[in-house]
């Protein structure tokens, strides 16, 4: 039943109403209310408990209800009003808590039935209510309890509920639990399909917050938007198209409301209220979704969005600044994942198509090996077959050449079937054939190879091999390389002391240890050892020549035996490899077993082919006889001639210099320069350094890959040193192509030859560098009698300048007393002679101003000249330089035109030099003026400058003059009529003094005749 409020102008403040006087509006709006309509009845008869409880209720800050009577009848406090909203007060005020709370009464009726009926208290720490606001239900949170009231008489009369709004901290939790999983989840996706499927997931689990989702993503390429995720919604239909054109006034398809070209090219997030959309979820408590954002996915580095999450708003909470800024954090970790997948993405493409460049370089390395092969037979063989002739022999320098190409060949032999071997076990195509040996003798046999080659070298070799008590299976040709591999390393490393090769039993394992007391490997480097084509830089070495790959290859071939191979090394004191291989033939595969023993092993192929590649890193190795091909025929780097008939350079010939680590290589220049100049060969960088600090030779060739220190750290040595930073020096390199040679040149060197190259080349070559050289040499002799020369003109005008300083103290010393004399003799009053003493008057004069031009001058190339600046006013300045020229003005007849202003253009000046300027200038002008001409002095400001400008229509001056107008002892040539004498000092000393000001000064003329206009500017002090 309808109930009525009656508003009383003043509340009534009767004795009996004194519990309702409290601040606040409720107690007005109880105390006016028609309470009589109630089951509570007159406010006057109410009991002493429910009037006690309505007190409390009124006087707390806290939100409270009181339900009183059998209707529960709804009283509340002035905070609960927010929990009731406008929609339900003051309506709610006396009505039953069944129709307040409709919405909520079937959670709230029972657990008020149990305080009326049993008298049971309870608390509820969290409960999602939907209350009504109106047109809509808003999704709250509330703690609250619901305790009994007692009457007078102990009566349950009543019901006590204060509550607390935790509807932010549930909403923050829900909605944090979304962002920590989306960013537990997405981040650890690989891909950008994967980290989308996970963000959907995500969102998914959350419809209360987001009750919809669609996630799009932007193809710039395409210009088009591609659905990735559908949360809530069927992908494909009219509201989530698949694929949308991003055209600019496109459009989105009918019945697809969402702005992909606004977010696309503005970048921002829009609002839309979408209303009743087919295909849309129904929200919380059964609303439609009536709003919605759309969402920009923005990246660091990207102009445009990558995409756009489109977000249906819950119809049951309001879209205030926490629910936007979910929406945004949401976004920016979807974001966040989406770069992280796109960037793994990236990398595994890199990744993947660095993996198909490795298959391809390796099918290469295979084919390209293979290749070789078929052309070194065909070498090798007819070689071997001409040396090996017993009826046939050939003569000795024969012999030395084609044992020279069987050397070299096998060596490339060697390289070519490592490659190959490197090759099939990378492409897991290598095949091995295990039988049983007999390890010991086959490890000794391959290490005493090495015996007469480290004692020559001076070291010591030990070899301890132990029989083996167990059957021990390999394949031998593998085995061999492992051995040899190692040993070859040892021996290229070490210097001083020993290397010694142990092989014992340790259980049911073979130990192969192969140490040395070489150079060593730092930490770093050894961690990298065993990477293919690692090489350690650097590292002191008997040559810098190798592929990389034979660490690479030896671990490799240890895991075909199911072994394992480990390092250990200190810098300076050696290193030590370990390779462990299991004893038996148990974890062999069956078919890869072949049951006839290994025979006894004699020297192998590849046990020669590794002992004579190292025989030539031996010192003194290169110096075996060679000669050069005749007819400058194309040679490779290692085709080195044999003997030749012993030619000597010419007395005074040239030296060069050879740097190359590999032997073969320096013999062969040595012997194809010797012939024309005088030839020194080094191993390495650091010793053609030495070398040319020695003796300065005239040219160095050098190779580019050298231990110790390389071509590139030979020039830049060479260029720091400035007794030799002239020296040409050649490169010789087997890197080809055009960008190798432009390093090269980069670097500092003067020529770049690759390898392979014909004698005649480079014989060519360093013939026309040592003409460089030499004309080098002949410009920087003539650049340092230059520079003598220079010199000694410069002592030279400083001792012309000290004279003229002293001879002009020395001329003004005796003009003073003829001066003086004169003045004298005319106060004397001597008769007869007033025409003599003003010719000695005005010679004297000038005479003291010839002098003290020539002083001026001094001072100022000495730079003794010191400006005594003060403020003064152009026009005062310009007044005095006049007064002084007025009687050569008056005498010639002259027209003078000032066009001065009398102040504004104040100068931070020497007054003194400024009007010797002006002076000078006009004295000038009026000199070069035929009698009766015109001379105009113009001063004016010009953006921040005082420009003067001095004409005259006088004989002008010539154009060749105009350039040197201002140097030291120039005169234009005088008429005898306008003769005054002058040393030609003036405009120079015009034009220093100006510039001390800070200024500028110019000459122009149109030619002869035609007269002239000097215009100085000088700066202005600020107004």
Sequence with gaps: MAQTISMLAEPDHRADLHFLRVPGEMGRLIAAYDWQATPLGDLRQWPQSLRTAVNLMLNSTQPMWIGWGPDITFLYNDAYIDVLSLAKHPRALGQPAREVWSELWDYCGPLADRVFQRGEACMVEKAQFFMSRGDWREETWYAFTYSPIVDEGGAIRGLFCPCVDVTTANLHTRRLTTLSDLAATTLRQDNVASACAAAAAVLGENPADIPFALLYLFDPATGSARLEQAVHVAGGIELAPALVELEAGRRPPAGCPWPFTQVYEQGATVALAIGALPGLPIGLADQRVHQCLALPLSMPGYERPIGMLVAGVSPARPLDGAYRSFFELVTGQAAA????????????????????????????????????????????????????????????????????????????????????????????????????????????????????????????????????????????????????????????????????????????????????????????????????????????????????????????????????????????????????????????????????????????????????????????????????????????????????????????????????????????????????????????????????????????????????????????????????????????????????????????????????????????????????????????????????????????????DEFLAMLSHELRNPLSPILSAAQLMRLKGVPNIEKELAVIERQSQHLVGLVDDLLDVARITQGKIELRCERCELAVLITRALETVAALVQERRHQLVLNVPPSGLALNADPLRLTQVLTNLLTNAVKYTNNGGRIEVCAVADQGWAVVRISDNGIGIAPDMLSRLFGKFVQERQALDRSRGGLGLGLAIVHSFVELHGGSIEARSAGLGRGSLFELRLPLLPS
Excluded at 391 to 419: D, F, M, S, Y
Excluded at 591 to 608: F, G
Excluded at 679 to 688: K, L, Y
Excluded at 718 to 726: E, G, K, N, T
């Design 337 to 800: 994942a989406l770069q992280k997948a796109m960037a793994d993405e990236e990398r595994q493409r890199r990744a993947e198509a660095l993996a198909e460049l490795d298959r391809a370089k390796t099918a290469f390395f295979s084919n390209i090996s293979h290749e070789f092969r078929t052309p070194l037979t065909l070498m090798l063989a007819p070689i071997e077959d001409a040396l090996a002739d017993p009826i046939q022999r050939l003569a000795p320098p024969q012999r030395a050449r084609l044992e020279l190409a069987q050397r070299n060949a096998l060596r490339l032999q060697k390289l070519v079937n490592t490659l190959l071997d490197f090759s099939r076990v990378q492409a897991g195509r290598m095949q091995a054939s295990y039988r049983r040996v007999d390890l010991c003798a086959l490890t000794r046999d391959l290490a005493s190879g090495f015996r007469s080659i480290m004692e020559s070298a001076g070291l010591a070799l030990h070899v301890r091999c132990e029989t083996l008590q167990a059957e021990t299976w390999v394949d031998v040709a593998m085995w061999e390389k492992i051995v040899l591999n190692l040993l070859s390393n040892a021996f290229k490393f070490t210097f001083n002391g020993s290397v010694t090769v142990e092989l014992v039993q340790r259980g049911q394992e073979a130990v192969l240890r192969i140490r040395d007391t070489g150079v060593g490997i730092d930490g770093p480097q050894q961690e990298r050892l065993f990477e293919r084509f690692h090489r350690v830089e650097g590292a002191r070495a008997r040559t810098f020549e190798g592929s990389g790959i034979g660490l690479a290859l030896v671990r490799d071939l240890v895991e075909l035996h199911n072994g394992r191979i480990a390092v250990e090394s200190t810098p300076d004191h050696g290193s030590c490899f370990t390779v462990i291989l299991p004893l038996g033939r148990a974890h062999l595969p069956d078919e890869q077993l072949v049951d006839a023993d290994a025979a006894q092993h004699a020297p192998s192929r590849a046990l020669e082919t590794y002992t004579a590649e190292a025989r030539r890193w031996l010192p003194g190795e290169e110096e075996a006889p060679a000669a050069a091909p005749e007819d400058g025929g194309e040679v490779t780097a290692n085709s080195v001639p044999a003997s030749a008939p012993a030619l000597l350079p010419a007395p005074g010939a040239a030296r060069i210099l050879i740097a190359d680590d590999n032997a073969d290589m320096r013999a062969y220049l040595a012997r194809l320069l010797r012939p024309h100049w005088q030839v020194q060969s080094v191993a390495n960088g650091q010793e053609a350094l030495a070398a040319a600090r020695s003796q300065r030779p005239d040219l160095i060739l050098s190779d580019v890959m050298m231990p110790l220190l390389d071509g590139f750290g030979l020039i830049q040595a060479l260029r720091a040193d400035q007794a030799l930073q002239d020296i040409p020096l050649m490169l010789l390199s087997a890197r080809s192509g055009e960008e190798a040679r432009i390093e090269g040149l980069n670097a500092g060197a003067d020529d770049y030859l690759v390898k392979p190259f014909s004698a005649r080349e480079l014989l060519t070559r360093v013939e026309s560098q040592l003409l460089r050289g030499r004309q080098r040499a002949g410009e920087r002799a003539e650049a340092e009698h230059l520079a003598q020369a220079r010199r000694e003109a410069e002592i030279a005008s400083r001792a012309k």
